[in-house]
């Protein structure tokens, strides 16, 4: 906390008091020891620009937690914090003292009890979001190389993205959800630095084409579940790990077009009908491992080595 500072170069509001809690006419706040927390908005806003800080009599509280980007409800919030989602955000900017976001903020529990034991099942609340920053400075999230995404700094892992991400160099991980359901979301390029592809992290999402490199070495489960336009996908991965029903229902994988290629034999699976449908078109694997790939067949009309 310090005094308040007009000629900072940090985005700084100053609200007034509304309804019991601190508004500058768009987004709400409170107050939390030093801290200001946002903790919704007044409208379904396109547009959220988180701000720095904000300006109370004169002394500025650093803006370091987003509890809540929909519409603020008193009743709620002072009962039970509720979140709340916003069907039209389609861009949002992010300060640079933030560093909690709650879990709820960006997605809510699944409304299906089933395969949720560990909490990954999670339903996106903003599919129409396209354009995701960072403001330069934060030293907890960022937004490198203007990436269109949240990526959580010290470990190097994605958050959440949209349909204009791309992926940077440097991410090894991407989160539970981040895409899932990410309306107009078609095609994506993936860093060779990636490892990990979480749990339903495009699942329902509108992919044509899948390329991973020779890093990834895990796919969670459902992470493409419900990519009903998936109809090309490429593993160069030089061993990997795919978790149950990670391609499962991706029904233009049966279209006489459709391809799937494994471009090593290293691939871990409890069983090939545990990540794919059956009847998928066609499976091209490496020269000389037509013998490997026997119980694939389950799965795939045809068999065939690459060129």
Not at 132 to 155: H, L, M, P, W
Not at 229 to 250: D, M, P, V, Y
Not at 262 to 276: A, G, K, Q, R
Request: include cysteine; hydrophobic fraction near 35%; aromatic fraction near 10%.
């Amino acid at each position: 906390m310090r005094k308040f500072d007009t000629g900072s170069d940090a985005f700084i509001v100053r609200p007034y008091i509304k309804d019991g809690h601190y508004t500058d006419g768009t987004l709400y706040y409170d107050i939390e020891k030093n801290d200001a927390v946002l903790i919704g908005t007044k409208n379904k806003d396109n547009n959220i620009v988180i701000p720095d800080a904000i300006g109370v009599n004169e002394v500025v509280y650093p803006l370091t937690k987003i509890q809540n980007l929909g519409v603020f409800d008193k009743e709620s919030y002072e009962t039970s914090k509720a979140v709340t989602d916003n069907d039209n955000l389609t861009s949002l900017t992010i300060g640079v003292n933030v560093r909690m976001i709650d879990k709820n903020v960006f997605f809510r529990d699944s409304s299906s009890s089933d395969e949720n034991k560990d909490g990954n099942n999670r339903m996106r609340r903003f599919a129409k979001l396209e354009y995701i920053s960072v403001r330069a400075g934060n030293t907890t999230f960022d937004s490198r190389y203007n990436c269109n995404a949240i990526i959580q700094s010290e470990k190097n892992e994605l958050l959440l993205g949209c349909k204009h991400t791309v992926v940077p160099n440097g991410v090894t991980k991407i989160s539970a959800a981040a895409f899932r359901g990410c309306e107009g979301l078609k095609e994506i390029s993936l860093p060779s630095t990636l490892h990990i592809i979480g749990p339903y992290a495009f699942s329902e999402s509108h992919l044509e084409m899948l390329n991973l490199p020779s890093s990834t070495f895990n796919i969670g489960r459902y992470a493409f579940y419900r990519c009903d336009s998936l109809i090309s996908i490429s593993l160069h991965c030089n061993g990997i790990n795919i978790e149950k029903n990670a391609f499962q229902h991706c029904s233009s994988l049966k279209v006489p077009e459709s391809e799937v290629r494994f471009y090593n034999i290293h691939i871990s699976v409890l069983s090939p009908e545990d990540v794919f449908d059956n009847g998928c078109n066609r499976l091209l694997v490496p020269k000389g491992c037509l013998s490997s790939f026997e119980e694939w067949k389950k799965c795939f009309h045809t068999i065939q080595e690459l060129n």
